[in-house]
């Protein structure tokens, strides 16, 4: 089993930041990828970013140049640093965890909104 706890939403005005954490605890010599998904009202989940136990990192094309993910291994924390923030980047985001057999954990979800 793996806990997800997120911590780091809230409110932020557009072209803000926020940077999300994500402390994960349990079986992790398990989990191969870490990342974060987001889901907007009316939407459905999508990716955002995702990070190999290898440090390699992928991102949502809406995202790119604006977020940047990072994996602390020794601490199992993962983190979402988040750029000039739009509107649209209102969401609950989520944060996962995918064993090598390709199951997933979830985290609880922390709200982001972006408005002024």
């Known amino acids: 089993q793996v806990q997800l706890v997120e911590s780091g939403g809230g409110l932020v005005q557009p072209g803000g930041s926020l940077r999300l954490s994500c402390a994960a605890s349990?079986?992790?010599?398990?989990?191969?990828?870490m990342g974060w998904y987001r889901q907007a009202p009316g939407k459905e989940r999508e990716l955002v970013a995702r990070?190999?136990?290898?440090?390699?990192?992928n991102y949502a094309d809406s995202v790119k140049g604006r977020f940047t993910i990072s994996r602390d291994t020794a601490k199992n924390t993962v983190y979402l640093q988040m750029n000039s923030l739009k509107a649209e980047d209102t969401a609950v985001y989520y944060c996962?965890?995918?064993?090598?057999?390709?199951?997933?954990?979830w985290g609880q979800g922390t709200q982001v909104t972006v408005s002024s």
């Open positions: 996962n965890a995918e064993t090598f057999y390709k199951y997933n954990y």
């Open positions: 349990g079986s992790m010599s398990s989990i191969d990828v």
């Open positions: 990070v190999t136990r290898g440090g390699s990192a």
